[in-house]
């Protein structure tokens, strides 16, 4: 489980994020929805770990991970998978050294095998010596996927990772993340501004704006809240 | 349209830039250091009303701008008068036909020693080698009186002279073969080297390193002597072999180009060179020794009366120079 | 139809103006060497193996250099430019600063203070005085260089890897292979222009290919021997470029990042002190002890020497601005050429060895570039351009667009091609699309490289004092000259001088461009 508590951020001197409470269950997909500059991509960054709250803390597992302008554990050591929304892919690197460089990095076994495999799973064998802007949008997407998963993560934070894609490609890619989350027991936090993506794969939503939550709850109680924020953002 | 008009406007002052209106011009170049030549050229111009255009040089660049450009330009001549710090570099030009001869009446006045007998090129206004020392540095009962003096033991590694490959001292160089032979030049130099000789990049690094004490003595040109006397307390200098071979003198030199555009103009200002005026002004900014008997001297001035000059035939120094030059390059690089 | 994507006008106008005025007559004069055949081969058996050896000697000096003024100019861009380091912004104005001082000017405040410090001038009088004097000059290209690559890495990609390992490794396996592009063409730069600078090995009385270059030249009257080294170091230099492109060409993801990313700052804790005592250290050395002896030098007279100096340099300041400003415009239009058809080469295959002749020029030493430029113009027909200002812009133009290509360059490959395709497609034309996206797009490359040139020209001295007109007042040159016989406090007094004023233009400059640079939010 994921706890934020009390968290305040601010960045260059102006507050985005304040006092806010957040919890993300074992094993659940819980989509942040909220329009551009409400707060949604920084949750994910400081639940990374690649920023830390101005006050207030965050729990991973009920292990206090940073408090207060601290990181306690540090990034690397949170076991958290992360897909970027422009996917951050290594240009210098092949789709195979792409995938094998967190293993590298973190002295795993039979690197080679695993790579391979999961390479195998998201169908991207015969790219493996391919450099990212050799790849199409979906394959990039899918390596960028894979990169994350190779090192088996207990989290996975996706910030907009779909925002570029096409109608088609984007079901296919949802119907795996969905599959990933059964197959891995992953407990994923999804960001994005389009509610019909979010109300498609979502267990839990919650819905933000301005560094608050505004409402959280499954999709059913989302689609019938009173709230008229709410009603007035899943219209479009 | 209005940025085109600016175009046209930059471009025509870009080709505009360096006509002027007048015809009455004279086109000068010359290697004596700015500071010197320049006040005589802007009084030239007061008086004569002739425009002259320069193309200054310094020492420290050896010159080089100046006489490669001359031969560079020979085809076709810019430059109407060479006004040199000595006269190896005319002689460089004369050997490969750059030079004219003019007659000048005011060269009637100046021994005959000090210019080409064709009159390809004039002296006047001469410097001298002397050997600068620093007082704090050497006691005045030890300042070596020649320069066989400087291979004595008590001045090792205190002493130096500029790149032999330049300059006036190259010319030196030369003036010491022709006048001691070959042998026992390369003798002295061989001593010297062994004595731990400092080589500095010029003479006004001579000068700079002897001000402050970084060595106690080197060989310069008057004129970077004074500058230096002017400076400091600190320092004197010496002519160098007054009981023996003497001290090199080495004139001014100027000469037309072969192919001048302003015959006339050039005329007059070679005229005005070698003018005791001249002399006069040079001795005063630069203490430079006067050619012509009679000029007044300045306090502080050496007369070319109370030296001993090393007897040299300029000419034949020019041509020992470029025998030597290969043995000198060599030599400056061990 | 087929409709052209790219019009040639641009790139002839471009191509044939410096081929025909900076490019021929270099051509002209080394043929005129060669088909000398008698004194070629006299020539060819001077080059013999002590010429190697020299050869060598030169260019591990500058290799060596050029590793440490990068290395040293990448350290300082990492902690100003990747930290959040307090008052970069005025660290990063304050270590540009010896870009500003000609090199012998500082060569001279070097010695100068090392006497006063040391009370000796040996151990600067050798190799270690070239290297340190060209370290300080250089090492703020590299910062230039390598910072300007190191904002450009979208901070996504960092942080994508430090979720996986250490930020040490993060920057190890990272960051430095994608700015190795920017590293190698800082190391190559500063190789060639160490390789070719002339006056502070000469002053430091360190025998160089370059010096014996000059020796040949000036002392033996060789032209034809010296052409034929000069040769020898242009055609190093072009292997060199050869190596890089090759290099360039062989890693696919050059591509990296895009205009305005959001690049990642790391934070500093425990490594304050260290970094602070880097850059005071760096500071110190290469600014401040520099500085401070020419003020006290150019103050040991109370205020003659500066009186004397102002008067001096007076007469010269508006020639001297008024060539940089008109050559270093034209020094941005001929780099923009370059670099942007050499981008699109596959439409014009002439575009290729465009920048290859830019390095050309610019490789040569400045003596042989000069007298070609002599050899050349000096011709009754050409006499309009020999005896007018118009000589000086052509050599400053011919020595300088290189640099300005590479700069250009580094920022035109940072624009994503899907900008451009994206106007296409809209059936946008050419000139228009230029105008609207890529000329904004540069304009910041542009200012950079309009102000590196103006600096360099009104510094630049080899070339300027073989050709300037008769009658001509050139900042650089007056110095120069008049510096030969003064006092050391009129000379550290001329140095200043300019060195403020060179200093006081830029603002005005900026001042100019900023209309251009708000509209198109490019300010920041």
Known sequence: MIQLKEISFSYNDKPLIRGLNLQFEVGKLTCLLGSSGCGKSTILRLIAGLEVPSTGAVYIDNKLVAKDRKNITMVSKRSIGFIFQELALWPHMTAYQNVAFGLQEQKKTDVKEKVLEILAFFGLSEYIDNYPNEMSGGQKQLLAIARSLVLQPKVLLMDEPLSNLDVKLKHKILGYIKKLKNEFDLTIVYVTHDHKEAFAIADQVVLMNEGRVIEQGTTEEIVGSANEFVKEFIEY | MRMLKIVIIIISAIFLSNCTDSTEVVVVYTSVDQVFSEPILKDFEQETGIKVKAVYDAEETKSTGVLNRLIAEKDNPQCDVFWSGDPVRTIILQNKGITAAYHSPIADGISEVYRDKDYHWIGFSARARVLLYNKKLIDESEVPQGIFDLTNDKYRGRFGIANPLFGTTTFHMAALFTVLGDEKAKQLLDSLQLNGLVIATSNGDIKRRVLSGEIACGLTDTDDAFEALKESDNVDLVFLDQKGIGSLIIPNTVNMINGSRNVDNAKVLIDYLLSKQTEAKLAKSCAQMPLHKGVKLPEGVFSLDHIVPMKVDYRKTAKKLEEIQDYLKRWSEN | ?524
């Open chain 3, 1 to 524: 139809m087929v409709r052209k994507l790219v019009h040639n006008e641009l790139f002839i106008i471009g191509f044939a103006a410096f081929f025909i005025f900076a490019v021929l007559p270099v051509i002209y004069t080394i043929s005129i060497t060669f088909f000398n055949f008698q004194s070629v081969w006299a020539n060819l058996q001077e080059l013999n193996i002590s010429t190697f050896l020299l050869l060598l000697k030169s260019i591990l000096l500058s290799a060596f250099v050029a590793f440490l003024a990068t290395t040293i100019g990448s350290v300082l861009a990492f902690v100003l430019y990747k930290t959040t380091i307090r008052y970069s912004s005025f660290f990063k104005i304050l270590l540009l600063l010896p870009l500003f001082i000609s090199p012998y000017i500082l060569a001279v405040a070097w010695k100068e203070g090392f006497f006063l410090m040391f009370g000796s001038t040996l151990v600067l009088a050798s190799y270690w005085g070239v290297i340190i004097v060209f370290i300080s000059i250089y090492t703020p290209l590299s910062m230039l260089i390598v910072g300007n690559a190191l904002v450009n890495i979208s901070s996504e990609i960092e942080d994508s890897a430090l979720l996986m390992t250490s930020k040490r490794h993060v920057v190890l396996k990272i960051v430095i292979p994608l700015i190795k592009p920017a590293l190698i063409t800082s190391f190559i730069l500063i190789f060639i222009f160490s390789i070719s600078e002339f006056s502070v090995p000469s002053y430091f009385a360190v025998k160089v290919f370059t010096t014996e270059i000059f020796t040949q030249f000036s002392a033996f009257y060789n032209y034809s021997l010296a052409i034929l080294q000069s040769v020898l170091l242009v055609l190093l230099c072009l292997f060199l470029l050869f190596a890089e492109r090759k290099y360039i060409a062989n890693a696919p993801f050059l591509a990296i990042g895009n205009k305005g990313v959001v690049f990642k700052l790391y934070t500093i804790e425990k490594q304050k002190v260290l970094l602070y005592s880097i850059l005071v250290l760096w500071l110190f050395v290469s600014i401040f002890l520099p500085l401070t002896i020419l003020v006290a030098q150019s103050f040991s007279g109370g205020a003659m020497y500066l009186v004397q100096a102002i008067n001096l340099i007076k007469p010269t300041i508006l020639n001297s601005f008024f060539l940089a400003f008109v050559s270093s415009i034209i020094v941005v239009f001929i780099g923009f050429t370059a670099a942007y058809y050499n981008s699109e080469h596959h439409l014009i295959k002439l575009a290729k060895y465009f920048d290859l002749l830019l390095l050309f020029i610019f490789a040569i030493p400045s003596i042989i570039f000069g007298i070609s430029l002599i050899f050349f113009y000096n011709q009754a027909a050409l006499s309009m351009i020999y005896t007018s200002y118009a000589i000086l812009i052509i050599a400053f133009v011919g020595k300088f667009s290189f640099i300005a290509s590479k700069l250009i360059s580094n920022s035109l490959k940072q624009i994503p091609v899907s900008l451009d395709e994206a106007a296409q497609i809209q059936s946008i034309g050419f000139y228009k699309r230029l105008q609207m996206l890529i000329l904004p797009l540069l304009l910041p490359a542009f200012f950079a490289s309009f102000v590196i040139s103006f600096i360099f020209i009104v510094g630049e001295l080899g070339l300027s004092i073989m050709i300037y007109p008769p009658g001509a007042e050139i900042m650089s040159v007056k110095v120069y000259t008049i510096m030969a016989n003064a006092p050391h406090g009129l000379s550290s007094a001329m140095s200043l001088i300019v060195f403020l004023i060179t200093l006081g233009i830029i603002p005005f400059f900026y001042l100019l461009v900023r209309p251009m640079l708000n509209k198109y939010h490019l300010s920041k």
